[in-house]
Nanobody, 115 residues
Framework: QVQLVESGGGLVQPGGSLRLSCAPSQTVYGLVTMGWYRQVPGKQRELVATVTYGGTTEYADSVKGRFTISRDNAKNTVNLQMNSLRPEDTAVYYC?????????WGQGTQVTVSS
């Protein structure tokens, strides 16, 4: 069973930076879209950023200009560079990868922005 393995979460002060990384536990073919979502207790999971195989990106309005998503198609990895972090960015961040037939999720990594 394919698992998405995330890394890079942690505690950072407001204005700081973090980089999240995600890779599948085994080779997966046909990953059309890879991305990151986040969730806080009591709220629905929300899109942060996605990137297609061809490099088309989509960002939540709240992170535009601060976060950058990138992927390596050869390695099937996706990264999220988060700059100018704010307390409202605090959440569990989930990696997602989708083919035309399957949708995969990571277990989540905690990002806490606090002084």
């Amino acid at each position: 069973q394919v698992q998405l393995v995330e890394s890079g979460g942690g505690l950072v002060q407001p204005g700081g930076s973090l980089r999240l990384s995600c890779a599948p536990s085994q080779t997966v073919y046909g990953l059309v879209t890879m991305g990151w979502y986040r969730q806080v207790p009591g709220k629905q999971r929300e899109l942060v950023a996605t990137v297609t195989y061809g490099g088309t990106t989509e960002y939540a309005d709240s992170v535009k200009g601060r976060f950058t998503i990138s992927r390596d198609n050869a390695k099937n990895t996706v990264n999220l560079q988060m700059n100018s972090l704010r307390p409202e960015d605090t959440a569990v961040y989930y990696c997602n990868a989708a083919t035309n037939y399957q949708n995969y999720w990571g277990q989540g990594t905690q990002v806490t922005v606090s002084s």
